[in-house]
């Protein structure tokens, strides 16, 4: 039940952070979440991450591009998968929110931008898109969400997931530098 409930906070922090960086979002709006805000964007932003995914497994041909698409996809689908399944086990029904409504927005631009790019360019966006993102995301854990978690076991998973994103932003890293960022 911990891993279950630590990979459905890892992915709500994720998602939450990738809000920030909309443009119509600000850092106040990610703050103000209540729990079930939380879910509904982490449930949002792993959707989304599956979707940038996919694009690159259907476009690039770069072996390390397409090694990181395949992580994100199982990453992404199995938080998603626990985090229904953690849901539907409490009986809560998650909230959607101006951030995650952010986050959808902002993301249906990037998916038609990278739709209509080609072979490096492609993998270019995309590398660079991922390794901002997962620098973000763990800027945001730090200096936000882990700061201002109230639950002590909340802050402990949160504290857990971002020791995955660090690992998650040195591959995305080195896949954007194999591409020429």
């Not at 949160?158 to 660090?166: D, E, M, N, P, T």
């Not at 690992?167 to 530098?177: I, Q, R, T």
């Amino acid at each position: 039940m911990k891993s279950t409930i630590s990979k459905l906070v890892t992915a709500a922090m994720l998602v939450t952070s990738a809000a920030l960086m909309a443009p119509n979002a600000s850092a106040k709006d990610a703050t103000d979440l209540n729990d079930l805000e939380i879910a509904h964007v982490a449930y949002t932003a792993g959707n989304i991450d599956i979707r940038y995914a996919h694009l690159a497994m259907a476009k690039s041909g770069n072996e390390q591009v397409l090694k990181f698409a395949a992580l994100m996809l199982q990453d992404h689908k199995a938080v998603n998968d626990q985090a229904v399944a953690l849901i539907t086990k409490l009986g809560i029904k998650p909230m959607d929110n101006d951030v995650s409504k952010t986050l959808v927005k902002n993301s249906q631009a990037l998916i038609a931008e990278m739709s209509a790019l080609e072979g490096n360019a492609f993998d270019r966006k995309y590398a660079g898109n991922e390794h901002a993102y997962h620098q973000f995301v763990n800027g945001a854990l730090e200096g936000v969400f882990i700061p201002n978690a109230q639950n002590a076991d909340l802050k402990s998973l949160l504290k857990a997931g971002l020791q995955v994103f660090k690992v998650h932003e040195g591959h995305a890293e080195m896949m954007s530098k194999a591409v020429g960022n």
